[in-house]
């Protein structure tokens, strides 16, 4: 299904695995993009069983109590208004995929529209109360891309989650080749839910369910350009983290060679966790989860490495974590 669709509805069944593209596209220029499916839609991962694409819109709302196999892509850029423009995502279904990410939300994003991409405000609204899980190697099950605007009003965004978000795949350490016979190395983990965002960017996290990436270089959250204000009191279960080659380029972005299995966070923001949940990463020979929150100075001189309180002594604990960064301190990783 192709066309200039303003608002789509779904109960039937739509698409097959097989089908080598999009199940649904739905693109539109202006006014409010809304789509609302409840049945079943389906193609093969690399298309995006449904796709979400607008730009100089108002707003856009997505809804899934149904079933969506092989992923749903939003794209949207909005045109500047009073108030900023309102992105509501909302799940009580079952959204997966085998290859790429499951969930991609992409926010006045230049790289769709170079040429013409409106650049106002909004808030973005994501909730998830159902399953939205990535299978794939170095897959995202939910991936939130937010660029700065050049609105004076800056764009937030407020994620909340009382279901699952899963990548049940492994990361993958990729190659390429360079000047003079020398090679990069980029370290692509599998992630359960990737924020990146511009340093304007403000937004919160809220868990009361499950975020989990528990293969190999797989990191449960995963939050870029932008600081993290997470309150927990669900379940965050990441990898055994993962120790980085010194020329990695992924190594360069965090500033060391530790990638954390369940928090990472990158770039100059200030975090702020609150955790009355449970915090960890898997390790099949150690039974003892210890949750420690490592604060790096930003300033280049002087710096040091000093830690929140926490230590749970088994899975179950509920044990409460606080850690707010100080001025001119950034968590660097959350790690067991």
Known sequence: MNGTLYAFTNNGMIGAESLQFNAVYQGISSGTLSFDNSGTIASSSGSFAASLDGYGLDGLTATNSGTIIGGLAVSASFIEQAAPAKLVIANSGMITATDGPTLAIYVNDRSSYPYYAPSGASVVTLTNS????????????????????????????????????????????????????TNITYTDPAVGLSV?????????????????????????????????????????????????????????????????????????????????????????????????????????????????????????????????????????????
């Open 130 to 181: 159902g399953t939205i899980t990535a299978g794939s190697t170095s897959g995202a099950a939910v991936v939130l891309s937010m660029q700065d605007n050049a609105s004076p009003t800056a764009s937030t965004y407020a994620i909340t989650n009382i279901g699952t978000i899963a990548a049940t795949g492994d990361g993958t350490i990729r190659t390429y080749p360079y000047w003079y016979g």
């Open 196 to 336: 990146y965002a511009g340093n304007a960017v403000t937004g919160t996290i809220v868990n009361s369910g499950t975020i989990e990436a528990t293969g190999t270089a797989a990191v449960a959250l995963l939050v870029s350009g932008t600081g993290l204000d997470l309150t927990n009191s669900g379940t965050i279960r990441g990898g055994t983290g993962t120790v980085l080659a010194t020329d990695d380029l992924l190594a360069n972005d965090i500033g060391g060679t530790m990638l954390a299995g369940a928090i990472q966070t990158i770039g100059s923001g200030n975090d702020r966790i609150v955790n009355t949940g449970s915090i960890f990463s898997v390790r099949s020979s150690v039974r003892s989860i210890s949750v420690a929150a490592t604060m790096q100075s930003r300033t280049a001189a002087g710096s040091k490495v000093m830690s929140c309180w926490a230590r749970a002594t088994t899975a179950f604990s509920s044990t409460p974590m606080q850690c707010w960064s100080a001025p001119l301190m950034r968590a660097k990783a959350l790690t067991a």
